[in-house]
C-alpha cells in the first residue's frame, strides 16, 4: 500500500478577495507578467514569488527594493510558508490559508466562485492581456479567433485561459461565461 499525503489547497486572502493557489510557480508584483500583481509603487515590479506544491508553499524575496516581510519579519532567500502566515509585500498584507473541506465540497457542487462582494474585484488578479482574452473567450470565440485578432499564438491563447481559469477557480467554458455574466462583463443574450 502506498502512502498518500493528502493534497492541501492553499489560497491567499488579500482584504475580501482570495486567490486559490494551484500547484506552480507564483510570481507577485507591478509586472504585467506576475500572475499576481499588485499595483502600488511601494512594490517591486517583480518583488517575490512562491513555490506552491500539493503540500508546501515556499515563498522567496527576488531582490525586491522594500523587501518581504513574513509575521512582521524580513525574509532573505527562500523559506517555508505555514497556515496562518501574514505576508506583507509593500503596503499590501496578505495572508496564506487552507481551504478546508467543506470550501472543498462546495466546488465540487458548484464550481463556480461568486463575484466578491465588491463587484469585480476577482477580474483585477487578472493582467490587461489575460482580461482581453478573458472577454473574447466569454463571448464565444474560438482560441484560434482571438489568436488571430491578438497576434498570438494559439499555445499563447491557450496559456493565458489556463491562468485565467487557475486565477479566478473556474473549470470550463461554461463556468467562464456564468463568471462573466455575473461579474456584468456580459448581458444575458449576447453570447
Known sequence: MRNHWPVRRFVLKLGDSEIRLSPGHWRIGRDPACEIRLGDE???????????????VELSD???????????????????????????????????????L???????????????????????????????????????ETQRAVAEELGLSVKTVETYRARIRDKLGLHSRADLVAFALEAGILRPGST
Open 102 to 140: 467543506a470550501d472543498s465540497i462546495q466546488s465540487v457542487t458548484r464550481p463556480l466562485p461568486k463575484v466578491p462582494r465588491t463587484g469585480t474585484d476577482s477580474l483585477s488578479l487578472l493582467s490587461r492581456r489575460e482580461r482581453e482574452v478573458f472577454e473574447r473567450l466569454a463571448r464565444g
Open 62 to 100: 527576488q531582490g525586491s527594493r522594500n523587501g518581504v516581510r513574513v509575521n512582521g519579519e524580513r525574509v532573505y532567500g527562500r523559506g517555508d510558508l505555514g497556515i496562518g502566515d501574514k505576508l506583507e509585500i509593500g503596503i499590501y498584507e496578505i495572508v496564506l490559508a487552507e481551504q478546508g
Open 42 to 56: 511601494s512594490v517591486s515590479r517583480r518583488h517575490a514569488s512562491l513555490r506552491v506544491t500539493e503540500t508546501a
